[in-house]
């Protein structure tokens, strides 16, 4: 039981948690988007093991900055399956990734969150994120803009 590297056999229950993160049509890029993360030199992807069954995943991306020392990590996406919810799996993840972060020099770890995401907000409110505001995107998939 615990954090361990993503396996490209764990496609089937990383799918299946970006499905309850809000992300339902994964399927036909995954397995080349698991092996593409788990050859990254700057990205971690991360499973947490509950007896023989998976229970989170968290990714995350190592981006350096160009005006200050430290680089920054950014948690990609993060979701600990339903049925686990509230047993302590997210905060371990958290603090594993922070461990991470720490070694790799970086001076923050950036998480973007849907407002809609209430609980999730509080959970990174209580490992002491704060709200840092505006986060702007450029949609890329309009060809004229």
Same mark, same amino acid.
């Given at each position: 039981?615990?954090?361990?590297?993503?396996?490209?056999?764990?496609?089937?229950?990383?799918?299946?948690?970006?499905?309850?993160?809000?992300?339902?049509?994964?399927?036909? *890029?995954?397995?080349?988007?698991? &092996? %593409?993360?788990?050859?990254?030199?700057?990205?971690?992807?991360? /499973?947490? +093991?509950?007896?023989?069954?998976?229970?989170?995943?968290?990714?995350?991306? *190592?981006?350096?900055?160009?005006? &200050? %020392?430290?680089?920054?990590?950014?948690?990609?996406?993060?979701? /600990?399956? +339903?049925?686990?919810?509230?047993?302590?799996?997210?905060?371990?993840?958290?603090?594993?990734?922070?461990?991470?972060?720490?070694?790799?020099?970086?001076?923050?770890?950036?998480?973007?969150?849907?407002?809609?995401?209430?609980?999730?907000?509080?959970?990174?409110?209580?490992?002491?994120?704060?709200?840092?505001?505006?986060?702007?995107?450029?949609?890329?998939?309009?060809?004229?803009?």
């Amino acid at each position: 039981m615990g954090i361990r590297k993503a396996r490209p056999d764990d496609l089937p229950v990383i799918k299946e948690l970006l499905r309850q993160l809000g992300y339902p049509d994964t399927g036909p *890029f995954l397995a080349n988007r698991i &092996l %593409q993360l788990l050859d990254h030199p700057d990205a971690e992807l991360l /499973v947490y +093991e509950h007896g023989e069954t998976v229970a989170a995943v968290m990714s995350i991306h *190592f981006i350096p900055q160009i005006a &200050l %020392q430290g680089d920054f990590a950014r948690i990609s996406y993060f979701a /600990v399956d +339903e049925k686990f919810r509230s047993q302590g799996i997210g905060r371990k993840m958290e603090q594993y990734c922070t461990r991470l972060a720490r070694k790799r020099n970086c001076d923050r770890i950036e998480i973007h969150s849907h407002s809609l995401r209430e609980a999730a907000h509080r959970f990174y409110f209580r490992q002491g994120y704060i709200e840092w505001p505006k986060y702007l995107i450029k949609p890329l998939q309009n060809p004229d803009v």
